[in-house]
């Protein structure tokens, strides 16, 4: 993966070039430091679910004060993730420790 001095964002492969497609800009491919590279193509990027029915909370991750929209209880499991563009804030999950019930909070 290359990334555009320019603006930063992802480049793709064009021939021989690296191009931006944001901002178009371009730079010459080094196959030596492609071949360092590491790809997902051809790996098992979705195993399933996850069995966690043996799994205490305790283990599973932190917990928040928040509301559950389903139930009303005080308390939830919560994770971050960063599911847009890497300028924008990450994205909170949260699953209630009492019913089960599960919702994301986006910062806008």
Request: charged share 35%.
């Amino acid at each position: 993966m290359e990334f555009c001095d320019e603006c930063g964002s992802m480049m793709r492969t064009e021939g021989e070039e690296w191009k931006c497609t944001s901002c178009g800009e371009t730079k010459p491919r080094d196959s030596a430091k492609e071949a360092t590279m590491t790809t997902t193509q051809g790996q098992d990027t979705d195993s399933g679910p996850v069995d966690m029915s043996e799994v205490d909370d305790e283990e599973i991750g932190p917990t928040t004060k928040v509301i559950c929209p389903e139930c009303g209880h005080d308390r939830a499991r919560y994770e971050m993730k960063q599911i847009r563009a890497a300028d924008e804030s990450e994205t909170r999950f949260f699953t209630c420790t009492e019913c089960g019930q599960k919702w994301r909070e986006d910062d806008h």
